[in-house]
C-alpha cells in the first residue's frame, strides 16, 4: 500500500506535541521508505483536485480516500458573512462534493468523510461548520444508494492531531481549552474508529459512526 496526502500547506503536522513528534517520525520513516508522500494542494479547487486525482493514478490504483480536511470561521449566525460560509464549506462540503464527483467511475473500495459531532449537536458560533458537516452526513448514504463506497465518522475534538489540537492550542482560554479536552477522545480511539469504518466502508454496510468521547 502507499499513501498521498496532500493538504493547502504541503505539510501535515503541528510541532511541538509528543504525539504530533511520533507520527512526523513514523511519516519520515515512509517517506523514506517511499510508500508514501506529501504534496501540496487545495481540493476545494476542481482543478488542483483533478491534478490530484491524475497524480494518484499515475503512480498507484486509487483505492480508497480519508476526506479529513476542515476549516473553522467562528460567528453567531446572526451575524455571519457569506465569506464565513464560503470559507467553511469550500475545504469541508465542496471538496466533498468535488471527491465524489471525481471518483464516480473509480472502484474504491473506500471513502471515509471525516465529519463532526457538530453536525448533529450543533455548537455555538459554528452554525456554518455544522451545516457543511451535515452535508457529508447525507453525502454518504446518497453514494451508498447509487452502489459507490462512502461513509462519514462523526468526530469530537481530538488532541494531538488537527484541528482539534490546533483549537486547543490557539485558545486563549485556559477553562474553555480544558474543556474541550474532557470533551474529545484520544489517538488510540480515534484510530479504533477508523478502522472499523475503514472495515465498514469496504463491505458497503455502514454509512455513518458517531465517536462518543469517555467521560
Known amino acids: 500500500r502507499h499513501v498521498l496526502l496532500a493538504s493547502r500547506s504541503g ?7 509528543e504525539q504530533h513528534e511520533q507520527g512526523t ?21 476542481a482543478d488542483e483536485l483533478r491534478a490530484l486525482h491524475q497524480l494518484a493514478g499515475h503512480v498507484h490504483r486509487l483505492c480508497g480516500i480519508l476526506h479529513a480536511a476542515g476549516q473553522l470561521n467562528d460567528a ?3 451575524s455571519m458573512s457569506a465569506a464565513q460560509m464560503e470559507s467553511v464549506f469550500g475545504s469541508k462540503a465542496r471538496c466533498a462534493s468535488l471527491l465524489h464527483a471525481g471518483t464516480a467511475t473509480l472502484a474504491l473500495e473506500a471513502l ?3 465529519s463532526s459531532f457538530s453536525s448533529a449537536l450543533g455548537n455555538v458560533g459554528q ?5 457543511a458537516n451535515a452535508c457529508l ?21 481530538v488532541p494531538g492531531a488537527g484541528m482539534g489540537q490546533a483549537t486547543i492550542d490557539a485558545s486563549s482560554d485556559m477553562q474553555h481549552a480544558a ?4 470533551h474529545s477522545i484520544d489517538l488510540d480511539l480515534f484510530g479504533a474508529a477508523l478502522w472499523r469504518m475503514l472495515a465498514g466502508a469496504r463491505s458497503g454496510q455502514v454509512a455513518t459512526e458517531a465517536v462518543v468521547p469517555h467521560t
Open 76 to 78: 453567531l449566525v446572526r
Open 112 to 114: 471515509v468523510l471525516f
Open 127 to 131: 452554525g456554518n461548520y455544522a451545516a
Open 137 to 157: 452526513d447525507s453525502l454518504a448514504p446518497a453514494r451508498q444508494s447509487h452502489g459507490l463506497r462512502a461513509c462519514t465518522l462523526q468526530l469530537p475534538s
Open 179 to 182: 474543556q474541550l479536552q474532557e
Open 11 to 17: 505539510r501535515v503536522a503541528h510541532s511541538g506535541a
Open 25 to 45: 517520525k513514523q511519516l519520515h520513516v515512509l517517506l523514506e521508505a517511499g510508500t508514501a508522500a506529501v504534496v501540496a494542494c487545495d481540493a476545494s479547487g
